[in-house]
């Protein structure tokens, strides 16, 4: 999942951003104004990052899958429908559509698992968790 690094300094917050594989060290602050803007900044690149990971994800499913693809492609068309809601929308939705994400995994076996459990299952428990954290709070 993408890492953001927070660093407030002199009434400015200092804000990177580190996606898997990317070396923090040569990634640049942004300078932004406060904490609320550090936070909305996260929160749509947060966003961004799980929309363009389930998207690319599903559209290699749907090549693995030729004989789910009427099935995968309408779980595309259920991430392209929320891809501009709220992070907390998003979440919630994928959280709710996880059975069915999942139902289309590759076995461990496959060459593909790899960047499943990496990318697309750390996509998806972060949901889980960001859903579970905030019902209460949005």
Avoid at 63 to 84: C, D, M, R, T
Avoid at 89 to 114: G, M, Q
Avoid at 119 to 127: E, G, P, R, Y
Wanted: hydrophobic residues 35%; proline residues 4%; positive net charge.
């Amino acid at each position: 999942m993408i890492i953001a690094e927070l660093v407030p300094k002199n009434g400015f917050v200092f804000l990177r951003f580190v996606e898997p594989g990317e070396n923090v060290e040569t990634k640049p602050y942004i300078t932004l104004n406060s904490m609320d803007d550090a936070k909305g900044r996260i929160n749509f690149r947060s966003r961004n990052y799980i929309v363009e990971k389930l998207t690319s994800w599903l559209n290699q499913r749907s090549h693995a899958l030729p004989g789910a693809e009427f099935q995968i492609n309408l779980y595309a068309s259920w991430v392209a429908e929320v891809k501009l809601r709220s992070l907390s929308y998003v979440c919630d939705f994928v959280n709710r559509k996880r059975d069915k994400f999942e139902s289309i995994a590759p076995n461990e076996s496959s060459k593909c698992y790899s960047y499943y459990k990496k990318n697309i299952l750390t996509i998806l428990d972060f949901c889980t968790d960001y859903t579970n954290n905030n019902q209460n709070h949005d």
